[in-house]
């Protein structure tokens, strides 16, 4: 191949998502799907978080609920794959979780825009490392900012681990941890959906 030849071959697009994939509009099986994913979220927050109220330590709700809460939020991304997928699942909480609590509403919608903007270079959730990467980057992101908000706007307490990141730093990587157990427990349920014909998802 000839040097001119070399040039005029496109390079491959590895990690970086089409405009066409940026711009293509959801459809309405996949606003539902988000909802019924959005909905076992919810469910799986409001089970197990509870079990946690007694332990006064930053993430560990997080690090309870990622296991349950990332099953669906990974059938959520293997559903629907591109860029854009946590906002509408977890923006969907958010947004009814607003009502109860602003703070909770402020830490989700900045997880999930960190978790959006450091994912949009992998150009989605198609395969299943973006669907890890995703999920630990979500709950590891959910311990931080929880931590930040709870800490300057709600509960004093919590500022101490500001100020001890020994125990901050552990904390989150648990979260990335139980974000990564979630994921694998998903992958299963897809695996398993995958043979009934049910879904069909790039490995």
Do not use: C, H
Request: hydrophobic share 55%.
């Amino acid at each position: 191949m000839s040097l001119y030849e070399r040039l005029q071959t496109p390079l491959p697009s590895l990690y970086f998502p089409t405009p066409y994939s940026l711009m293509k509009p959801w459809t309405l099986k996949d606003y539902v799907f988000a909802a019924f994913m959005t909905i076992g979220i919810a469910v799986a927050s409001a089970i197990a978080v509870p079990l946690t109220l007694g332990i006064p330590l930053p993430g560990v709700r997080t690090i309870v609920w990622a296991p349950f809460g990332g099953i669906f939020l990974t059938l959520g991304m293997a559903r629907l794959q591109r860029s854009g997928s946590v906002a509408l699942m977890i923006g969907t909480l958010a947004l009814l979780l607003s009502r109860l609590s602003w703070i909770i509403t402020a830490f989700l919608v900045i997880s999930l825009v960190i978790t959006e903007i450091m994912m949009l270079v992998r150009g989605g959730y198609r395969s299943k490392f973006n669907r890890l990467l995703g999920n630990v980057i979500f709950f590891a992101s959910t311990t931080v900012t929880g931590a930040l908000i709870g800490a300057y706007t709600a509960s004093p307490g919590l500022t101490q681990w500001l100020s001890q990141p020994w125990i901050l730093l552990p904390m989150t990587l648990l979260s990335g941890l139980a974000g990564a157990i979630g994921w694998w427990l998903g992958e299963l349920v897809i695996k398993q959906l995958q043979r009934a014909g049910k879904l069909d998802v790039d490995r």
